[in-house]
């Protein structure tokens, strides 16, 4: 399957730069270009791509509201949010819009190719560590409840929730799996239950709702 991107980027530079990396892979297309946020959000509606590289510094609408409509109108679209540091206030505000992760620009283009294809399969372009360190720094922006607040949680079984909190807190599947004594395999399951029940993206997202729902709180430093 050609993996269809969108690249949102106000340099046209690193956008060709962008274009040239994605082209020269046979299972990827660019399917089209934006200079801006609005046109980002726009092109995203009518060519609906799978993933989308987005800015957070541009003109005009900036990258994390573009985030923000492209997941809302959107849902199969996933988008990997482009940062000058990898644990800035953007990659943050672009994780609470609804990105499946980000990435530095610098970051060299192998590392952007796997990252474009795992996103593209569902999964989250960071770990739950990186997301669960990101949270933590920016802590006191984070408005948490109470977990028994989101009836949300009531539709997972003990199980479920169990997986939850240990993904939260950073765990691999097989980290996980050893931790309750589980297949991992066994663990992927539950996992993807409980990102159905919860309206979840990706374990990216997983960290996110732990953090604001209350159910995990953040560690005293």
Request: aromatic share 4%.
């Given at each position: 399957m050609t993996i269809r991107l969108l690249i949102a980027d106000d340099e046209s530079l690193l956008r060709s730069a962008f274009r040239m990396?994605?082209?020269?892979?046979?299972?990827?297309?660019v399917a089209g270009e934006a200079s801006d946020g609005e046109e980002a959000a726009m092109l995203a509606r009518r060519l609906r791509p799978d993933v989308v590289l987005m800015d957070v510094r541009m003109p005009g609408l900036d990258g994390?509201?573009?985030?923000?409509?492209?997941?809302?109108d959107c849902p199969r679209s996933k988008v990997l949010i482009l940062t000058t540091f990898d644990l800035d206030e953007y990659a943050f505000a672009g994780l609470k819009a609804g990105a499946a992760g980000f990435l530095p620009k610098n970051t060299r283009p192998?590392?952007?190719?796997?990252?474009?294809?795992?996103?593209?399969?569902?999964?989250a372009a960071l770990s739950p560590r990186v997301a669960r360190r990101l949270l933590e720094r920016f802590a006191p922006q984070l408005t948490p409840g109470a977990p028994e607040r989101d009836k949300?949680?009531?539709?997972?079984?003990?199980?479920?929730?169990?997986?939850?909190?240990?993904?939260?807190?950073?765990?691999s599947n097989a980290e996980v799996a050893t931790a309750l004594h589980l297949a991992e395999a066994t663990v992927k399951t539950h996992l993807s239950r409980v990102l159905l029940k919860l309206?979840?993206?990706?374990?990216?997202?997983?960290?996110?709702?732990?953090?604001?729902s209350g159910l995990v709180r953040p560690s005293a430093f």
């Open positions: 990396v994605i082209e020269a892979e046979p299972d990827m297309e994390i509201e573009a985030t923000r409509r492209i997941v809302r192998a590392e952007l190719l796997t990252a474009i294809r795992n996103v593209a399969a569902g999964e949300r949680l009531a539709l997972l079984t003990t199980r479920e929730h169990e997986v939850l909190v240990q993904v939260a807190h950073g765990l309206g979840l993206r990706d374990r990216a997202q997983v960290v996110v709702f732990a953090y604001e």
